[in-house]
């Protein structure tokens, strides 16, 4: 399967700071990526999508001033956490497509974000 | 809206007895439905794709069936290692871009 990385993997931050998260696809190119976000005893839930080269598409309820996505090459795209609060404290997940291989999204290992 | 309902929400079986994870599904026009792994702190591992009623998929112990409202995960003969969080999501054909929908998974213990 495809190797998608994520960093870090843990951070702890105070409240009002931002917190930048890097996703990269290791062996191919995507041109899509996927963030998600998953809280205690939850699914995952689709935050937004990552077009490289172009803006991301949030999904009905995320603030996309609050969750700034950038997927600046075709193996990387970031997660900006700006003015981070307690609640925004989850595990967030990045996924990608390998391009023609069909629908598989090949996640990466997730970060924790503590918020204090 | 899609909606993805896994049962049970926690099994646990004895090393060797064998068992099987549900998954029901609704959805406007099934693109895919995709069984993942996920182990405490890490993010799902792949598993298996599934695109139409009726294809069936096995990986080692793990088999997982299609029918047109459900997925099955069957596990044979499951060993400790076997224990993780088992999570289903679809894909929706109709209007619903790449957005995967996930269910809250069954979280498998296998014992010795």
């Avoid at chain 1, 931002?18 to 041109?31: G, N, P, W, Y």
């Avoid at chain 2, 599934?50 to 069957?74: P, V």
Wanted: aromatic letters at 10%; glycine letters at 8%; hydrophobic letters at 30%.
């Amino acid at each position: 399967g495809a190797v998608v990385s994520q960093h870090p993997s843990r951070v702890i931050c105070k409240s009002g700071t931002s917190v930048k998260i890097e996703c990269r696809s290791l062996d191919f190119q995507a041109t899509t990526m996927f963030w998600y976000r998953q809280f205690p005893k939850q699914s995952l839930m689709l935050m937004a999508t990552s077009n490289e080269g172009s803006k991301a598409t949030y999904e009905q309820g995320v603030e996309k001033d609050k969750f700034l996505i950038n997927h600046a090459s075709l193996t990387l795209s970031t997660l900006t956490v700006t003015s981070a609060h307690p609640e925004d404290s989850s595990f967030y997940i990045c996924s990608a497509r390998i391009p023609g291989r069909q629908e598989t999204q090949y996640f990466g290992p997730g970060t924790r974000l503590l918020v204090l | 809206e899609d909606q993805v309902t896994q049962s049970p929400e926690a099994l646990r079986l004895q090393e060797g007895e064998s068992s099987s994870l549900n998954c029901s599904y609704t959805v406007s026009g099934l693109r895919g439905l995709f069984w993942y792994r996920q182990d405490p702190g890490k993010g799902p591992e792949f598993l298996f794709t599934l695109y139409s009623a009726g294809e069936e998929k096995e990986k080692e112990r793990l088999k997982a069936t299609l029918t047109k409202k459900e997925s099955f995960l069957h596990i044979t003969a499951p060993k400790p290692e076997d224990s993780a969080t088992y999570l289903c999501a679809v894909q929706a054909g109709t209007g619903g871009g790449n957005k995967l929908t996930f269910g809250t998974g069954t979280q498998l213990k296998v014992e010795l």
